[in-house]
């Protein structure tokens, strides 16, 4: 059986997490607490809410890597060690499947 590309995966928010923009800024807040998830709001970085926004059944990982790289005119390396931090965080607390 081939492997899987892992950027090639495409990632789907929870419907159980919502997000929204308060002064600029963007928060991520879970309407149901689980032991991954025990804060109330998650606030995002610049670049944590652009990757969040791209995050949605159609964007492979390899094209939010793109995104990001052309957006802040950041190098391959960054990009990609930031970006798969950022979706293994975001996988952990169970806010995209």
């Known amino acids: 059986?081939?492997?899987i590309d892992a950027f090639e995966k495409i990632y789907k928010k929870d419907e159980?997490?919502?997000s929204r923009n308060i002064a600029?800024?963007?928060v991520l807040?879970?309407?149901q607490k689980t032991?991954?998830?025990h804060q109330d709001i998650y606030h995002?970085?610049?670049v944590s809410s652009f990757i969040w926004?791209?995050?949605n059944n159609e964007n492979s990982v390899w094209d939010l890597l793109k995104r990001v790289e052309n957006e802040f005119s950041i190098d391959n390396k960054t990009a990609k060690i930031d970006l798969v931090d950022f979706l293994n965080d975001l996988e952990s607390l169970k806010?995209?499947?």
Do not use: D, Q, R, S
Request: aromatic share 4%; net charge positive.
């Open 44 to 46: 995002l970085n610049e």
């Open 53 to 55: 926004e791209l995050i």
């Open 29 to 31: 807040i879970p309407i």
């Open 24 to 26: 600029g800024k963007t």
């Open 16 to 18: 159980n997490i919502i």
């Open 95 to 97: 806010f995209i499947k």
């Open 35 to 37: 032991k991954e998830n």
């Open 1 to 3: 059986m081939a492997k």
